[in-house]
């Protein structure tokens, strides 16, 4: 099963930006983190960032008949974006959105998700395992029809 991570604005900015909420680990320890306890498991894993919008709407439409699963922190972009869930939309590929932070308890804005919409699955306030549980769901529901 091919399963691509995509992270949206500031989450290459893990371990400066607001480590009292997103601690003080790395994206590059988010990886790390993420290879390490999904190892001998039968995934291909792909992993995109960025902090733009259309390079996030490009890649999920890149993805339409390559990969599997998406798990997805589109972090402020999920509040906002409609052009993100549209692309969801439009290549039907099974997504399960993460959060590193438990947006419940954060600022009303937080709150709303527009790739929620989407999304089978969200799981928020876990950390780092909140992509690992993602993609255990994926792995879980689908590789078995594959």
């Excluded at 549209?86 to 954060?106: C, F, G, M, N, Y």
């Amino acid at each position: 099963m091919k399963i691509l991570i995509i992270n949206g604005p500031n989450i290459n900015m893990l371990g400066i930006r607001e480590p009292e909420i997103y601690g003080k680990e790395t994206y590059d320890d988010l990886i790390d983190y993420i290879r390490e306890r999904t190892e001998g498991d039968s995934e291909t894993l792909e992993f995109y960032q960025s902090n733009h919008e259309g390079d996030l709407v490009d890649r999920i439409q890149q993805s339409h008949g390559r990969m599997d699963g998406i798990v997805i922190n589109a972090a402020a972009y999920t509040h906002t974006s409609v052009a993100i869930l549209d692309a969801l939309k439009a290549v039907q590929i099974p997504a399960v959105e993460v959060h590193i932070s438990d947006i419940e308890t954060r600022e009303e804005f937080r709150k709303i998700s527009y790739i929620g919409e989407y999304c089978e699955k969200i799981i928020k306030g876990r950390g780092f395992q909140g992509y690992v549980d993602g993609i255990e769901y994926l792995r879980d529901k689908y590789s078995k029809n594959r």
